[in-house]
């Protein structure tokens, strides 16, 4: 019982400092999506916190309040079909596929696309499509799509995503060095190039470009 009260307690003190920030669809999705089943056991307390998260893989989620914040920046519609590139938990793929037509999210780690898969189904989530493959140039061949959303760092603007962009598009994805700070940043689709928008600054793994082999 205390768990469940924690739990309660730590998502309205996440609501709280959201306030005024999340649209309603958005609140709700949150709201109907556990978060402390799409992470590990021992830090399920951190659910509802701003903290990034190890996860399997040696790989780490982000703070509820980046991934809101992020998903917010990309203004998925309903009848949107949004590609993630960095799948990690399956959480943010969640909440958007409560917000979407279809997800397709991809990772390079055939453990974390697994894992992700039990989760959906364990939720009866549908919507979305999980791919174990190199991420690091999209999809190609999936798309185009509304919204692009990769949880990794560029070195510089992703050009290679902007024909798998519908028009007026937006992806949402970090830009600068991978030894350091970058800018978390809105690129929209104007005809055949982006209008660039920074709102945070990240410190993002760099976009890794292969398929890991093992794990």
């Known amino acids: 019982m205390r768990k469940q009260t924690a739990g309660r307690e730590g998502l309205a003190a996440f609501f709280l400092r959201q306030r ?12 109907m999506t556990p978060r402390d089943q799409f992470l590990p056991a021992q830090w399920s307390d951190c659910a509802w916190s701003d903290r990034m998260v190890p996860i399997d893989c040696g790989e780490a989620v982000e703070g509820v309040d980046l991934q809101a914040a992020v ?10 079909r949004v590609l993630e590139v ?9 909440l958007m596929a409560r917000l979407s037509a279809r997800v397709t999210t991809v990772d390079r780690f055939k453990t974390l696309c697994e894992n992700a898969k039990q989760r959906f189904e364990a939720l009866q989530l549908t919507g979305i499509t999980v791919r174990h493959a190199d991420g690091s140039s999209g999809l ?10 990769v949880w990794a760092a560029f070195e510089s603007l992703p050009r290679a995503f902007v024909d798998q962009l519908a028009t007026n598009g937006v ?11 970058q800018d978390l940043t ?6 055949s190039r982006f209008e660039r928008e920074d709102f ?5 793994q760099p976009i890794a470009r292969s398929v890991a082999a093992i794990i």
């Open 20 to 31: 005024g920030r999340l649209s309603r669809e958005l609140a709700a999705a949150i709201e």
């Open 186 to 191: 809105r690129l929209s689709k104007v005809g």
């Open 200 to 204: 945070e600054r990240v410190r993002f």
């Open 140 to 149: 190609p061949s999936q798309g185009p799509f509304d919204r692009i959303v």
């Open 71 to 80: 998903i917010t920046a990309l203004g998925i519609e309903p009848a949107h």
């Open 171 to 181: 992806m949402v994805a970090a830009i600068g060095p991978g030894d350091g700070e």
């Open 86 to 94: 960095g799948t990690g938990t399956g959480y943010t793929a969640a």
